[in-house]
């Protein structure tokens, strides 16, 4: 790898783990189902008579060597693992101060805290996003008497407690005839109906641990100026410049001498 940012590094670092895991799997599967590739041979013919039939030779030519195969192998992995090791070394010295709306919060904080950081605190803020907050449209005030951050309404809350009554009016009196006439008794006509009729009333007093719509926005725009500001940091971070340590070779070496 040449010399360059962590930031270049980092981009780069997948794509030559994946090319060395390919070209890994590859020769193993050649090792394992193709060794004829490795193998070359010819065959003579020669009959016993002068007079025979004479077949050509068939030949099986050498595709590879097993060296050649390794070596191959070898150059993916020792990009890989140069990577590695330059992204891991580059790392122990990458460090930013965070910095958030110009107060200095921490100092010399690693690229790979910070990294991890900016997901953790989108974590936070998940759970600050979901912060019950005071019922708009009704009057709260500070109550200290019950506690730190309880608030209790202004009004207290007034409802009816009402019952239910049968009600009725005579719409015609009963008619009886007179002693000694004729005739039929008429009964009177009653009307009936219910009413709701008011017997009371409650009073509510609220008070609530919640807080206010406005100190909860609050909270969430210091968790997203803090990330945006972690942010910033980690690719301040990141623009260290590489260490050029490498390692690849001499394991390669090792195992191949």
């Known amino acids: ?5 962590l930031h270049e ?9 994946g090319r060395s895991r390919n070209i890994m799997n590859e020769t193993r599967k050649v090792f394992k189902d193709k060794p004829v590739l490795f193998m070359g041979a010819v065959r003579n013919y020669k009959p016993f008579e002068d007079d025979g039939i004479d077949y050509p030779s068939e030949f099986q030519n050498l595709t590879s060597t097993v060296d050649e195969k390794l070596e191959y192998t070898g150059k ?30 921490a100092t010399g904080l690693p690229a790979t805290f910070l990294l991890g950081m900016e997901a953790r605190l989108r974590n936070v803020r998940e759970v600050y996003a979901q912060i019950p907050t005071l019922a708009i449209g009704t009057e709260w005030k500070a109550d200290e008497a019950k506690g730190k951050g309880v608030w209790s ?8 407690k009402t019952e239910k ?11 009886f005839p007179k002693e ?14 219910n009413e709701v009729i008011n017997v009371g009333k409650y009073t509510k007093h609220v008070w609530s641990g919640m807080l206010t719509p406005a100190r909860k926005s609050e909270l969430l ?5 803090l990330l945006r500001a972690v942010k910033k940091a980690r690719q301040r971070a990141n623009s260290t410049e590489v260490l050029k340590v490498n390692v690849g070779k001499s394991l390669m070496d090792y195992i191949n001498q």
Request: proline share 2%; hydrophobic share 40%; glycine share 8%.
């Open 9 to 17: 590094l980092l981009a780069v670092e997948a794509d030559l783990e």
């Open 180 to 193: 000694g006439e004729g005739g039929q008794s008429i009964p009177a006509v009653i009307d009936k109906w």
């Open 153 to 160: 309404t202004v009004h207290p809350e007034e409802s009816m």
């Open 221 to 225: 725009d210091r968790i997203d100026s």
């Open 76 to 105: 993916s992995i020792i990009k890989y693992y140069d990577a590695l090791l330059q992204k891991e070394a580059t790392n122990q010295v990458a460090k930013a101060d965070l910095v958030v709306d110009g107060q200095v919060i």
């Open 165 to 175: 009554t049968t009600k009725s009016k005579v719409l015609y009196e009963a008619k």
């Open 1 to 5: 790898m040449g010399k360059g940012k």
